[in-house]
Each structure stands twice: as structure tokens, then as C-alpha cells.
């Protein structure tokens, strides 16, 4: 049932992440990093992390970069501990 879960988070976190960032080339109004913190947090960080890499986009601003590497950490953390 967890990874059902994280599917279904991942993608949803993955497509506001790739809005966002054609949004930030249109220069558009952003989804705001709170709410994708928000995401990450409720599972959505293994794919935000990857697409931060694949398509550069949140990975020169340092705080959004440590705060999602944060949440990665605790999320493998309860994956290989709690599951």
C-alpha cells in the first residue's frame, strides 16, 4: 500500500514541479515552494529530486536544495527502518 502511495504522490509532485518550471520560463505566476515543500514532505521528494537534477530547475537556490536533500534523507530513513 506504501508504494502505491508514493507512486501516486511522486507523479502528482513531478508534474507541479515541471508547472513550476514552465512557469518560471513563461515568467508566469509560480506554484510557491512552500507547497512543493509540502509535497516532498508527504512523499513527493524522490521525484522532485530527480527532476531538480534532470531538468535544472530549484537547484541554484540553496535553501529549496538543502531543505528537499532534508526531507530525502528522512524519508530513506523511514523506508529502510519502518517498512
Known amino acids: 500500500m506504501i508504494f502505491e502511495y508514493l507512486v501516486v504522490i511522486n507523479v502528482f509532485a513531478g508534474l507541479c514541479f515541471l508547472i513550476d518550471k514552465i512557469k518560471a520560463v513563461n515568467k508566469d505566476v509560480r506554484i510557491s515552494e512552500f507547497f512543493l515543500h509540502i509535497l516532498e514532505f508527504l512523499g513527493g521528494v524522490f521525484s ?23 526531507i530525502f534523507i528522512i524519508w530513506v530513513f523511514l523506508l529502510f527502518n519502518f517498512s
Not at 58 to 69: A, P
Open 48 to 70: 522532485i529530486v530527480v527532476l531538480m537534477l534532470l531538468i535544472r530547475h530549484k537547484n541554484r537556490k540553496g535553501s529549496f536544495y538543502i531543505i528537499s536533500y532534508l
